[in-house]
């Protein structure tokens, strides 16, 4: 069965830090990108960061460039965001999915599957 499954989300002071993981099963992620989005209360869904199938192509939405880092273990079927220099506006729920191509994009047009979501909420 197609799974995609985050964890890592939680509470975290202003500055701080946060790993999510993104972990897929049914699938193998050298054939689809992986795709990072969020979603705030009132706002709509935001593309965060993506990467290929391959691993050699990411990218990111300019408000968290330098900031946050995606990477993947084929390994382990998993892909990571990891976020350091948390704000307050980063506070959503992070949803990882699967692109319908093996090139990444950050709009959410093209992805078919989606994880449950995951909460990360910044706040002093």
């Known amino acids: 069965q197609l799974q995609l499954v985050e964890s890592g989300g939680g509470l975290v002071q202003p500055g701080g830090s946060l790993r999510l993981s993104c972990v897929v099963s049914?699938?193998?992620?050298?054939?689809?990108?992986i795709g990072w989005f969020r979603q705030a209360p009132g706002k709509e869904r935001e593309g965060v960061s993506c990467?290929?199938?391959?691993?050699?192509?990411?990218k990111y939405a300019d408000s968290v460039k330098g900031r946050f880092t995606i990477s993947r273990d084929s390994a382990k079927n998993t892909v990571y965001l990891q976020m350091n220099s948390l704000k307050p506006e980063d506070t959503a729920i992070y949803y990882c999915?699967?692109?319908?191509?093996?090139?990444?994009?950050?709009?959410?047009?093209?992805?078919?599957?989606w994880g449950q979501g995951t909460q990360v909420t910044v706040s002093s």
């Open positions: 049914g699938f193998t992620l050298d054939y689809y990108a």
């Open positions: 999915a699967r692109r319908r191509f093996m090139y990444c994009s950050l709009s959410s047009g093209e992805y078919n599957y």
């Open positions: 990467i290929s199938s391959s691993g050699g192509i990411t």
